[in-house]
Nanobody
Framework: QVRVVESGGGLVQPGGSLRLSCAAS????????MGWYRQAPGKQREWVAT???????NYADSVKGRFTISRDNGKNTVYLQMNSLKPEDTAVYYC?????????WGQGTQVTVSS
């Protein structure tokens, strides 16, 4: 059974940085276009970034220039480097396939940007 586990979230001040990780088991992420999604309180889950099987990246306008998605196929892990964080980036962050979801949703990792 496929399982994804997100980690790396936390509380950070505006302008700070975090690096999220998504470790997959039961499926090779190298065979998939993988992405990060987020869900803020009271809002629907939204797409944030995609990394293709060929490691081409695409981003939502709201995070372009601040976030970087990457993958390590050897570790079956996808990352999201988040810089210049803003309060509006506060959300639970999830990873899954794009388009998706092909995998069961993980528990996500909470990111809170606040002074």
């Amino acid at each position: 059974q496929v399982r994804v586990v997100e980690s790396g979230g936390g509380l950070v001040q505006p302008g700070g940085s975090l690096r999220l990780s998504c470790a997959a088991s039961g499926s090779a992420v190298s065979a998939k276009n993988m992405g990060w999604y987020r869900q803020a309180p009271g809002k629907q889950r939204e797409w944030v970034a995609t990394i293709s099987r060929g490691s081409l990246a695409n981003y939502a306008d709201s995070v372009k220039g601040r976030f970087t998605i990457s993958r390590d196929n050897g570790k079956n892990t996808v990352y999201l480097q988040m810089n210049s964080l803003k309060p509006e980036d506060t959300a639970v962050y999830y990873c899954n396939t794009v388009p998706g979801p092909d995998y069961p949703w993980g528990q996500g990792t909470q990111v809170t940007v606040s002074s």
